[in-house]
C-alpha cells in the first residue's frame, strides 16, 4: 500500500508556529479539501421557470444518488450521481474552483454537468487516470478539473440538438457549475475504478496553527474514528491526512 504524505507548503514561519501554503500549488492541501458525499445531491426547481435549473434554482428535495466508489465500473455505468443524467438532480459545486479525483483506469469516464432543461445539451469531459490526461497531477496521482473549465467548454447535445438549438459543439458559458454524474462511456477502456472525490475552493487561509498531538501512528477517518485496516482514500494520522493508495 502507498503512502501519501508530500506536504506543497513552500515556507513555515517557525517563530510564528505557523505553516504557510504555496499559492501556487495551494489546492493540493488536503486540509483544505471538502470530501463529495450523496448528500450533496438534491432535486432543484427554478422557482420563476420550471423547465430550467440554472443558478437561480432552489432545493426543492432530497434525492438517493448512485454510489460505486471503491468498485470496479465498467462501460456505460454510473460511478456516482444521477445516472440519468436528469436536468433537475444534481450537487451544487459552483462555489468550488477544483474537482479531485482519485482513482484507476480510463480514459473514458465521463464528468457530466451543466444540463439546464429535460433531455437537454450538457457539458461533458471524459478523463481517465493517466499521465496522458491533461487534467493527471503526478505528485498526488489524480485528477484535478478546474470548474471553470466546466462552465465554459462546449456542449454535447442528443441527436441534432436540443429544444432550445444547442448542438454538439456549440459554445454556452455559464457562471454556475452542476454536477449530475461521474459515468463511464460506452468505448473507452474499463473497468474504472473511482476511490474518492474532493472538492476545493480557492481564496482560504493557508495558514494553520501547529498543534500538539499525540503521535501514535494509527488512522482515523474524517468524522475521528479510528479504522484498524485502512484501505484506499484520505485518513487522518498523527494529526496530519494522509492519503492511502
Same mark, same amino acid.
Given at each position: 500500500?502507498?503512502? =501519501? /504524505?508530500? &506536504?506543497? =507548503? ?6 510564528? %508556529?505557523?505553516?504557510?501554503?504555496? $499559492? ?9 479539501? !471538502? ?6 445531491? =438534491? @432535486? ?15 432545493? +426543492? ?15 456505460? &455505468?454510473?460511478?456516482? %450521481?444521477?445516472?440519468? !443524467? +436528469? ?6 459545486? &459552483? ?8 482513482? /484507476? %483506469? ?12 429535460? #433531455? ?23 485528477? $484535478? ?10 456542449? +454535447? ?6 429544444? #432550445? ?39 482560504? +487561509? ?16 474524517? @468524522? ?6 485502512? &484501505?484506499?482514500?484520505? =485518513? ?10
Amino acid at each position: 500500500m502507498k503512502i =501519501f /504524505t508530500k &506536504s506543497v =507548503f513552500a515556507a513555515i514561519a517557525l517563530m510564528a %508556529g505557523v505553516t504557510t501554503a504555496n $499559492a501556487q500549488d495551494e489546492w493540493m492541501d488536503p486540509e483544505q479539501w !471538502v470530501e463529495v458525499v450523496p448528500e450533496m445531491w =438534491f @432535486q432543484w426547481s427554478n422557482p420563476d421557470d420550471e423547465t430550467h435549473c440554472t443558478k437561480e434554482a432552489e432545493m +426543492t428535495g432530497e434525492m438517493t444518488p448512485a454510489w460505486n466508489l471503491n468498485a470496479e465500473i465498467g462501460a456505460g &455505468s454510473c460511478i456516482l %450521481g444521477a445516472e440519468n !443524467v +436528469t436536468y433537475n438532480l444534481y450537487a451544487d459545486i &459552483s462555489e468550488y474552483d477544483k474537482l479531485i479525483i482519485f482513482g /484507476t %483506469g480510463g480514459p473514458g469516464m465521463r464528468v457530466m454537468c451543466n444540463r439546464v432543461i429535460n #433531455e437537454g445539451a450538457w457539458k461533458n469531459l471524459v478523463v481517465g487516470f493517466n499521465a496522458d490526461d491533461p487534467h493527471w497531477n503526478a505528485d498526488l496521482e489524480c485528477l $484535478a478539473i478546474d470548474l471553470e473549465e466546466l462552465k465554459t467548454m462546449t456542449l +454535447t447535445a442528443n441527436g441534432d440538438g436540443d429544444e #432550445e438549438g444547442y448542438k454538439t459543439g456549440d459554445e454556452r458559458v455559464d457562471d454556475f457549475c452542476h454536477l449530475h454524474c461521474l459515468k463511464n462511456a460506452w468505448g473507452g477502456e474499463f473497468p474504472v475504478t473511482v476511490t474518492a472525490v474532493y472538492l476545493w475552493k480557492g481564496g482560504q +487561509t493557508a495558514i494553520k496553527a501547529v498543534k500538539n498531538v499525540k503521535k501514535d501512528n494509527a488512522y482515523y477517518n474524517l @468524522q475521528g474514528m479510528r479504522i484498524a485496516n485502512p &484501505s484506499k482514500g484520505l =485518513f487522518i494520522q498523527n494529526g496530519k491526512k494522509v492519503i492511502l493508495k
